[in-house]
């Protein structure tokens, strides 16, 4: 039976769930992998976490090089989280020639091609799965699931905070403020949670999917990304009216006009299988020019989730050691024939609020109109004071036409756009 | 760049597939798998298929040895279906030390002992993700997505075919020879149903992918299986009022009671993520101790989707060579740990004919309580002549008191069971 020591950066959350995975699973994995695998060392600094999980005493390291140097460790599980010292540790542990499995989307997104390098030079294994969607093999899918495809669109539920929060609006009818607060208290949400709520993390996660997705560097700085905090309890009723339902979603598409990635709130129709993606759960929905579309669905944030892809990549490293590299294509900087799409095409939501009286209908449908713009629906309300509520959903047209249009009709005097989003097929 | 050679047996609709999905993305795996993938050899003894794929008449083989034995062939796709000739040809095939690359769940499911045996002595490669669940890598994900977990439970729509029927049956309310006929027209289901609609299909593959989720041999002989052919519009109906879809669900379980496995029309709640999988769309929902509930969802059988399943495997099978068997614990027989239930616990839904007069309630009441089991919802329509339809649904109890019970009810005069059906949770 082969051996495999296994070294835990950080203890937080994920460090600590996959030391309870892998100290509960010794004999299951003995018996179905034919591997023996032990935690000989953890690095963290917080002696309560180390107490709580019951760790001994004599694998507690005293500073990263005793941990990734150890001679009895093969693994090193990174989780400590941020891009200074998870990356130089990495760095370390993979210059010293051992395999790093790593839950750090932030790092990897940034610092890929840095780490990758590194890997390579070193003969060392590089994994991430669980830095995308927790627990669903959403990475070893585009890898080696569905890589026999060319992948034109992928569109993920991928952060679980967002989705929590849009589904209690949703569902309760509360507002963005109770909704994150609730969040917060039951540990969905962090003290600060910008990551979350303005699309960081998710975009960080696309970035890394689309690199794997359309073989060739996404970087960051070219996802479009726009968060949920503007989001209104109104857009939501009208939306549910229209029969959507508002999602945080990330876009990846890869067509002629070029690749394009933008996180933004969406709405999509309720009969859409990511429609039905409640509560912390994520999904990602693929379309390949062979197998169609494939979705994917289950906890995309957790300790435990986020341990098993943890633990997965690590007996997947020990069972597949030839392959090493993950990502043979994720270079620094996207490949020379990579065309990023400078427009794109949506469906939209709009709520304007408009003069309540005779054509003003006909004039804001003739202003649509020469940008190109076209109705599928449409619900008027009466407000008071003269003033109606106008809400629409449009036919699939350019992002900037949208643009144009609503600066145009916010210049009209008779019309102000109150609220645009975005609606996917 | 690597180079490999593969044989195509058999150029039905997947064969056919392979070979349209290898040779229209040969450049597209030259850059992103640094392949160079080629089909080398084919074997069919119909000139039509040849001629309508446009195979160059030189690599159309004579016999299978010409194919297997092909020094430029590396790979061997198996796609004839059956267990006579098929088994005959992968047999040749590994013992010439060549990868099998195959889609026949009936063979993998039946002589996967023999093949494993075959490819472990001649080291040569086996892959079967497109035994299941067409382009959807749920066997990948059993081997390399998810196994860090034990799995408790798998339930899977894994059958088109009846999928499809049972969706028209419900959404247009046409009776079950109709939406056969209907499935024949569109070619979801075959001349002789037998396979799909008695689900023999469902039970070879619930029967390989149990053997995976369990690291146990799960035979074909467990599998408990009925069938679709009895399916009435009416319980659908009924079961909708209930709250029910009814589906073909593939159930494997691992529980203290032992391993169970069965595959039979099943109630889901219209909230659970297989309730919406409709038409000819497949999904596999998965329990893992660690990753909690995941599911993945897409088509499960079709030329293309099936083909990117092996032209996965192959490229699967290169770039990861070293560990080269799919199946370790696939024995013959199961591992002598394994205990098989021998009943099960489920919810179930009843409908009878019952004597339309007071105190027949009570009467059955009584007679499920004394079998231990209690009713959670309960529908009365009155018939004509003095006769009423009674339509329950029952909490989690064992199949063989609901048996029992309604062997009982028959036997008393004033009711008689005219469906009986299991709900999942």
């Known amino acids: 039976m082969r051996k495999i020591g296994v070294a835990i950066l950080g203890l937080g959350v994920v460090g600590g769930g996959t030391y309870r995975v892998l100290t509960q699973h010794r004999a299951f994995y003995q018996r179905t992998q034919n591997l023996d695998i032990t935690v000989e060392s953890v690095l963290e600094t917080n002696p309560e976490r180390i107490r709580k999980l019951g760790i001994p005493e004599e694998i507690v390291a005293a500073n990263v090089a005793e941990a990734v140097l150890n001679p009895d460790v093969n693994v090193v599980v990174e989780c400590i989280g941020g891009t200074e010292a998870a990356r130089e540790f990495v760095l370390a542990a993979l210059h010293a020639g051992k395999t790093v499995v790593t839950s750090n989307k932030e790092l990897f997104c940034k610092h890929s091609h840095e780490l990758e390098l590194a890997a390579k030079t070193h003969n060392a294994g590089l994994y991430f799965e669980a830095s995308c969607v927790g627990g669903v093999p959403i990475i070893r899918t585009l890898l080696d699931g569905v890589q026999a495809n060319?992948?034109?669109?992928?569109?993920?539920?991928?952060?679980?905070?967002?989705?929590?929060?849009?589904?209690?609006?949703?569902?309760?009818?509360?507002?963005?403020?109770?909704?994150?607060?609730?969040?917060?208290?039951?540990?969905?949400?962090?003290?600060?949670?910008?990551?979350?709520?303005?699309?960081?993390?998710?975009?960080?996660?696309?970035?890394?999917?689309?690199?794997?997705?359309?073989?060739?560097?996404?970087?960051?700085?070219?996802?479009?990304?726009?968060?949920?905090?503007?989001?209104?309890?109104?857009?939501?009723?009208?939306?549910?009216?229209?029969?959507?339902?508002?999602?945080?979603?990330?876009?990846?598409?890869?067509?002629?006009?070029?690749?394009?990635?933008?996180?933004?709130?969406?709405?999509?129709?309720?009969?859409?299988?990511?429609?039905?993606?409640?509560?912390?759960?994520?999904?990602?929905?693929?379309?390949?020019?062979?197998?169609?579309?494939?979705?994917?669905?289950?906890?995309?944030?957790?300790?435990?989730?986020?341990?098993?892809?943890?633990?997965?990549?690590?007996?997947?490293?020990?069972?597949?050691?030839?392959?090493?590299?993950?990502?043979?294509?994720?270079?620094?900087?996207?490949?020379?024939?990579?065309?990023?799409?400078?427009?794109?095409?949506?469906?939209?939501?709009?709520?304007?609020?408009?003069?309540?009286?005779?054509?003003?209908?006909?004039?804001?449908?003739?202003?649509?109109?020469?940008?190109?713009?076209?109705?599928?629906?449409?619900?008027?309300?009466?407000?008071?004071?003269?003033?109606?509520?106008?809400v629409l959903a449009t036919h699939e047209t350019h992002e900037r036409s949208v643009m144009s249009a609503i600066q145009k009709l916010d210049g009209t005097g008779f019309a102000r756009v109150e609220s645009v989003l975005r609606v996917a097929f």
């Open 150 to 390: 060319e992948i034109s669109c992928l569109m993920g539920i991928i952060n679980g905070t967002t989705n929590y929060i849009l589904t209690q609006m949703t569902e309760r009818g509360i507002g963005y403020e109770e909704a994150l607060r609730e969040a917060r208290e039951l540990g969905y949400a962090e003290a600060d949670p910008t990551a979350d709520v303005e699309g960081f993390d998710a975009a960080y996660k696309l970035s890394i999917l689309s690199s794997l997705a359309f073989h060739t560097k996404v970087p960051f700085s070219k996802v479009f990304r726009e968060g949920i905090t503007n989001v209104s309890q109104e857009d939501i009723a009208d939306g549910n009216a229209l029969g959507y339902r508002l999602k945080l979603l990330a876009i990846g598409k890869n067509t002629d006009a070029g690749v394009e990635v933008r996180v933004h709130p969406t709405f999509v129709r309720k009969d859409h299988p990511l429609a039905s993606v409640e509560g912390s759960f994520n999904a990602v929905f693929l379309t390949g020019d062979s197998v169609g579309d494939i979705m994917l669905y289950g906890r995309g944030a957790g300790e435990l989730p986020t341990a098993s892809a943890i633990v997965s990549d690590i007996i997947f490293s020990a069972t597949h050691g030839e392959h090493r590299y993950s990502t043979f294509k994720n270079t620094k900087t996207p490949d020379k024939d990579t065309k990023f799409a400078e427009d794109f095409l949506s469906a939209y939501y709009l709520r304007l609020t408009v003069d309540d009286e005779p054509g003003v209908l006909a004039k804001i449908a003739a202003v649509l109109g020469k940008y190109g713009i076209s109705i599928v629906e449409l619900i008027q309300r009466s407000k008071c004071e003269g003033k109606a509520t106008l």
